[in-house]
């Protein structure tokens, strides 16, 4: 490559006409949902934001010193101590009157997990922070294995299947659940497979003052054993059998659901990974817990009423349209 | 430093916002993306070589004239066909694999009509003074196409044909009601106003000699079209006051009337002649009308195959239904019943098409099947062929001249032909295609271009597709005129889209193939290696990849929604220094 | 002002006129009495101040972090447990060179329980990379307070101020309280010269690898090290404004002549001085007291013990496996100094055992061993030996 054409994507890349909170040059795996989502949180956020992350993928593959691809202020402390790091930064900025947004990344494990506990007491104390945790259902950098958030059945180095054991024994924490019985103002899931969606909720949730909190489901090709490639459609998998309700809570209570327009079978979701490769055969333990995972998938979607109904002007086809000109705002 | 002590920086291993610009991740890179415009199937379809896709790009962007210019650069013709052509490229449309098709031939005709309407040109390169000359015997479709392309690349074509205005079957043949005739006039003028001479009532044999053209001109295009009526008989016999469809046809065009009051009419062909014949007879007042053919309705189930499906547009079959025509498919003219000179009836039988064991087809007439109906006058419309007067001299294929697709004559370098007569015609729009490629023949003859266009490329299929970034959307047509006022008189009966279904219309194109400048690869690229350019590349599209950082995880290409992205091999970098 | 204050209440005003933005802190004890003597002085108006009662010590630790990098002079406080449960903080707060002041109010560390005083915990974190400052009082607590966000803030290193827990913050004593004035003009503005601003965009906590975590532990080391002059500066200065030292680095008391020198940190000094004129008064005796841990001033160390034949070294604390921590510690800083003292380990006042007057010629007599004692363990007979051979 020549050095002009060098410097001229260079120069095209300062001039994008959009805010992005990350640069490229991360060693993120090839298809990781994870730094799709941040990117896609950290453009919605804009600029005016400091970001407190956690131990894992995500702090690890974007700032391997001298290096960081962080446009934004940002600092890593602890796995566990996200939360209250960014509550400490909300402290000061308050206490300074400065007008900056705190937000907050872990992945699963720093949420559902180790720093449950501080999670829990940042929101409690009422701290403006909208906290974002990048579900990829596993402890993914230390080589995937299971966190409280790994779906049942799932196969994860610490969770293989086996003849004996169909994955993981457990249930998926129901997390969102418990960060309801806060009653804080706003919670949300979302999922890669929408990034308009995202964004409008990163918007809605920066708008708030107090605690708030967006849980992104992210595929990792890596741990989940799909092409790269597949990230999207992988996570839509999610959302269209009910295995990943996105939904909107308000105070605790449910407000509104991304509702599912054409309802898939969990195999459709199933089949396009290897941690769920031992539930595709014929054998009674795979039958039964396949039909156990369409039963989770359909208590999903009684408990938020996820199917779409008459009238619904957007729901998970409409929330994923293209157009000329870009879809996503 | 960003104003801050760089040994502050360094004895917290802090990071300034840019470093990691300088780690190129683009070196783990197996497979790259590239944009990789395959034609849509609309564009593969068009006989005309039209881009559908491209024009209605345009008009998505709110450039109307862009789009025109887009069809013109290709079809001089675009208010004509988008009304008369039987629309392929609807047939190939992928949205028709998902709810329907778009209604290309709408958006077509739309800006057929806006030009006309506006007078947009199209800019042309100045006439040299000693620019070649070409002559162009007919000035149909072909001729007419021909005629265009060659004026566009700066050689000056004079157009020849035996009757005293241009249009060829577009002004003689095609019913009023399909194709006003002030359309035709529109796009006539806008081609005259270009600088195409025009000498009406030159007919070859007569008035025009091919070996004076050829002597006189740089090149010679034939495209003559089908004049005559293929001899028609059922076992020799036929009636004294016989007259061929074609004929009434262009007679009802000419003076308005046909002599078909109150008579039980049998009309003999599968064609669009046919067609058109069986509803002038029902528009010329007719008790009833039957159409016999040989071959299945178009699309039936029961045909054996394409070639057996009558070759008259469906759409016009269909209208021709709907206003009182009684088709008879798979049957045939058996036996004339003729008392005197005058038709009393016809013997209709049970037809099939087989294929013989070297793929031929063959058709057997069913011994036991025959019906007679009551019938006043039989109209053959059986099709037309080359009037050889004039050129009697020249190869010949079946009833055509023979012909590359090029329209080059073997043995005859500077003699091309083009439309019907060369048998690659059947549609206004494959004649305005023959006469383009007969055009890039004759600008290779004069030196004028180094090589003819490539072969079409394979059209990007619906499976190639990401369909869930599109929502259902109903297609928008306007409703036909009503029959029973559409056969009183001879005003269009299929009206256009206005500007607010034009709109909806276009946005339900998918564009395959091209970039919709959706930004999906600008939003999905977890590496941020799509960048958006403020003009539009080389390549059509507003992004480019930035392969310093692009880790080829195919993210960009699995979620393109037209399938614009195509992962390929990574080149292997070759090695430098000592060798 | 000169006035009788409880230890905590003392510290609490100090601290609080030091001006902190974030304050977070966890219950425990002894240090409860400080934080919330800050509390109330935040809710009486009397400090700007935003105290953050967190879900653990752990919290409080990462709070306080994040308070400072976002430019605000923070501040905490904990004990025993909540030492240790801070400790992954402590190490990164120290690693990201995050300017703090913690007090520990020096406690027992589990099991078994106790909530009493000696120095397990502060000597469970001395590897984190704080500066570690003993308080032989609750003057030098306060002063040593006062001292410490101004290290912390020239230095880039995070200042733990050691109080024995009960002894001095449950103890009431008269203590000069420095005016708010005395400590504005001693203490600048609070900045961060790595401030999380938006306008400015950093990354702070950074994955290093092997190719340069070397270096950044060994710059924390070697800026450790360096601190000892920042600690002796602000100590002279804070004497120039107000005419009392906290300390220095080691505070020593008794005649040149002496032959034999005790060693100790925190508040058993006052108890060995006390005992020094008690009960030994015609025997040369040095006492010194390490106010400054870490860095540990081996140089000073050094100087003090010059013309010492016999060093005993007393400490709350013990390494189990090894014996006194403080003792292996000076053994080493002497280790080739010529005509170095022997050095004897005593381990004393564990757990809040009281440490009597009549300690003193108990370490003497260790100076008459024949060999260095390396960790005599004072004052074990109060468990009868049968008890424990009931509970085996």
């Excluded at chain 2, 039988?349 to 007679?372: L, N, P, Q, S, Y």
């Excluded at chain 3, 905490?76 to 703090?100: D, F």
């Excluded at chain 3, 860095?295 to 709350?316: H, K």
Aim: proline fraction near 7%.
């Amino acid at each position: 490559m020549s050095k002009t054409t060098v410097l001229d994507l260079r120069e095209l890349r300062r001039r994008q006409p959009r805010f992005t909170g990350m640069d490229p040059g991360h060693r993120a795996c090839q298809g990781c949902g994870q730094s799709l989502a941040a990117h896609i949180v950290t453009e919605a956020a804009g600029p005016d934001v400091i970001v407190a992350n956690a131990t894992g993928c995500l702090e690890v593959f974007s700032t391997p010193w001298p290096q960081t691809a962080w446009r934004v202020p940002w600092i890593h402390s602890l796995f566990e101590n996200a939360a209250a790091l960014a509550a400490g930064i909300e402290t000061a900025l308050k206490q300074q009157g400065r007008p900056t947004k705190m937000l907050a990344f872990a992945g699963d494990g720093g949420t559902f997990d180790i720093g449950f506990q501080t999670l829990s007491g940042m929101i409690e104390r009422g701290h403006n922070v909208l906290y974002v945790c990048f579900d990829n259902e596993a402890y993914m950098n230390t080589g995937v294995q299971r966190s409280s958030s790994t779906p049942h059945a799932a196969a994860t180095t610490t969770s293989p299947a086996g003849r004996m054991r169909p994955g993981k024994r457990h249930l998926k924490k129901d997390l969102l659940a418990i960060i309801a019985a806060h009653h804080l103002p706003y919670a949300a899931t979302a999922t890669v497979a929408y990034p308009g969606d995202i964004k409008a909720k990163v918007r809605r949730a920066m708008a708030i003052e107090g605690p708030t909190f967006l849980m992104i489901h992210a595929p990792c090709p890596l741990g989940w054993v799909h092409a790269p490639e597949l990230t999207i459609k992988v996570a839509r998998a999610g959302v269209e059998t009910g295995l990943t309700p996105i939904v909107e809570l308000e105070r605790g209570k449910l407000v509104s659901v991304l509702p599912i327009r054409e309802k898939r079978p969990v195999t459709d979701y199933l089949r396009l990974q290897g941690r769920f490769r031992h539930l595709l055969g014929d054998d009674p333990v795979a039958v039964q817990e396949r039909e156990h995972l369409q039963a989770l998938a359909d208590h999903n979607i009684e408990t938020y009423g996820l199917l779409a109904r008459e009238g619904d002007v957007r729901d998970s086809v409409t929330a994923a349209l293209v157009r000329r000109g870009g879809a996503i705002r | 430093m960003n104003g801050y002590d760089p040994a502050s920086l360094a004895r917290a291993a802090a990071a300034l916002p840019g470093s990691s610009l300088d780690y190129e991740v683009g070196s783990w890179r197996e497979l790259r993306p590239v944009h990789d415009h395959r034609p849509a199937p609309c564009h593969i379809h068009c006989p005309a070589g039209e881009d559908a896709q491209a024009y209605i790009q345009k008009v998505q962007e709110g450039d109307l004239e862009g789009a025109w210019a887009t069809i013109a650069a290709f079809n001089p013709l675009p208010a004509v066909t988008g009304r008369i052509c039987p629309h392929p490229c609807e047939e190939g449309c992928n949205r028709g694999r998902f709810d329907e098709p778009l209604n290309i031939h709408a958006i077509e005709r739309f800006l057929g009509d806006m030009a006309n309407a506006r007078g947009w040109r199209l800019e042309m390169p100045p006439l040299a003074e000693e620019a070649p000359e070409v002559a162009i015997v007919g000035a149909g479709p072909a001729g007419l196409a021909a005629a265009w392309h060659l004026r566009r690349a700066g050689v000056k074509p004079v157009l020849f044909d035996r009757y005293p205005l241009a249009g060829g079957l577009l002004r003689t043949a095609i019913p009023l009601y399909r194709l006003p005739r002030q359309v035709l006039d529109g796009e006539l003028e806008r081609l005259f106003d270009a600088g195409i001479t025009f000498r009406g009532q030159m007919k070859l044999g007569r008035d025009l000699f091919l070996n004076e053209l050829e002597q006189e001109y740089a090149a010679v295009v034939l495209a003559v079209g089908l004049q005559k009526p293929r001899p028609w008989s059922v076992d020799g016999a036929a009636p004294g006051d016989l007259r061929y469809g074609l004929a009434l046809l262009e007679e009802w065009i000419d003076v308005g009337a046909a002599p078909l009051e109150g008579k039980i009419v049998v009309v003999h062909g599968g064609g669009n002649t046919a067609v058109d014949v069986a509803r002038m007879a029902i528009r010329a007042g007719a008790r009833e009308v039957h159409l016999v053919t040989t071959r299945a309705l178009p699309g039936a189930a029961d045909a054996i195959g394409p070639e057996d499906h009558m070759q008259a547009f469906p759409r016009e079959v269909q209208q021709a239904i709907e206003e009182g025509v009684v088709v008879h498919p798979h049957t045939t003219p058996a036996r004339l019943i003729i008392r005197g000179a005058r038709l009393k009836a016809v013997e209709l039988a049970a037809i099939r098409a087989f294929k013989d064991e070297r793929g031929r087809t063959k058709r057997v007439t069913f011994e036991g099947t025959e019906r007679v109906i009551e019938a006043d006058v039989v109209i053959p419309a059986t099709g037309e062929i080359v009037d050889h007067e004039g050129i009697e001299m020249l190869p010949r294929w079946r009833d055509y001249l023979a012909s590359d697709r090029f329209g080059r004559i073997e043995g005859r370098p500077g003699l091309f032909t083009a439309g019907d007569a060369s048998g690659r015609g059947g549609s206004v729009s494959a004649a305005v295609g023959d006469g383009r490629r007969a055009a890039m023949a004759v600008l290779l003859h004069l030196h004028r271009i180094a090589a003819l266009p490539e072969e079409d490329a394979e059209a990007v299929s619906v499976e190639a597709l990401q369909l869930y970034y599109f929502d259902h959307a109903p297609r928008q047509e306007p409703p036909l005129r009503p029959v029973a006022e559409r056969i009183r008189d001879e005003k269009e009966i299929e009206p256009g889209l206005d500007a607010a279904a034009l709109e909806r219309e276009v946005q339900r194109c998918f564009s395959c193939g091209n970039c919709l400048a959706c930004d999906n690869c600008w939003n999905l690229c977890p590496d941020f290696a799509v960048l958006k350019t403020e003009e539009p590349t080389e390549d059509g599209s507003c992004y480019v990849f930035d392969y310093d950082f692009c880790k080829g995880c195919g993210l960009c290409a699995a979620e393109c929604p037209t399938a614009f992205i195509r992962m390929v091999d990574e080149p292997t970098p070759a090695f430098g220094g000592a060798g | 002002m000169r006035a009788a204050f409880e230890g905590s209440q003392a510290i609490a005003r100090a601290v609080a006129r030091c001006r902190p933005q974030v304050v977070a802190a966890y219950p425990i004890t002894p240090q409860t009495h400080i934080v919330e003597g800050i509390a109330k002085l935040v809710a009486d108006g009397e400090a700007d101040c935003e105290v953050v009662s967190v879900e653990s010590e752990f919290a409080a630790a990462s709070v306080v972090l994040g308070a400072a990098v976002a430019g605000s002079r923070a501040y905490t406080a904990t004990a025993s447990q909540g030492v240790l449960l801070m400790a992954e903080v402590l190490y990164n707060i120290a690693g990201m060179r995050v300017p703090l002041v913690l007090t520990c109010a020096n406690r027992a560390v589990s099991a078994p329980i106790n909530i009493w005083n000696d120095h397990q915990d502060a000597m469970a974190v001395r590897d984190a990379g704080w500066i570690q400052l003993f308080c032989t009082d609750n003057q030098e607590a306060v002063d040593t307070t006062i001292q410490a966000f101004r290290i912390t803030q020239e230095t880039e290193l995070p200042v733990m101020v050691c109080v024995d827990g009960f002894i001095l913050t449950h103890l009431f004593e008269p203590v000069d309280l420095p005016s708010q004035e005395q400590i504005d003009m001693f203490l600048p503005p609070y900045r961060f010269s790595r401030t999380l601003d938006p306008r400015r965009p950093l990354t702070l906590g950074t994955l290093v690898g092997p190719e340069h975590y070397t270096e950044v532990r060994a710059q924390l080391h070697g800026d450790l090290e360096a601190a000892a002059e920042a600690i002796l500066k602000a100590d002279a200065d804070w004497a120039d404004l107000v005419g009392r030292r906290a300390g220095g680095l080691i505070k020593s008391d008794g005649p040149h002549t002496a032959r034999i020198g005790v060693l100790t940190l925190g508040s058993v000094y006052g108890t060995l001085q006390e005992a020094a004129r008690e009960l030994v008064p015609d025997t040369p005796l040095r006492l010194m007291a390490l106010r400054c841990f870490r860095p540990f001033p081996a140089e000073a160390l050094r100087a003090a013990v010059d013309g010492l034949t016999d060093l005993v070294v007393l400490e709350r604390a013990i390494g189990p496996g090894m014996g006194g921590i403080l003792a292996t510690e000076v053994r080493a800083a002497l280790a080739g100094l010529r005509d170095a003292p022997r050095v004897h380990g005593a381990v004393a006042g564990l757990g809040g055992r009281d440490i009597p007057l009549d300690i003193l010629p108990r370490l003497l007599a260790l100076a008459d061993a024949a060999e260095p004692v390396r960790c005599s363990v004072i004052d074990l007979q109060k468990m009868p030996p049968a008890r424990l051979g009931a509970d085996r």
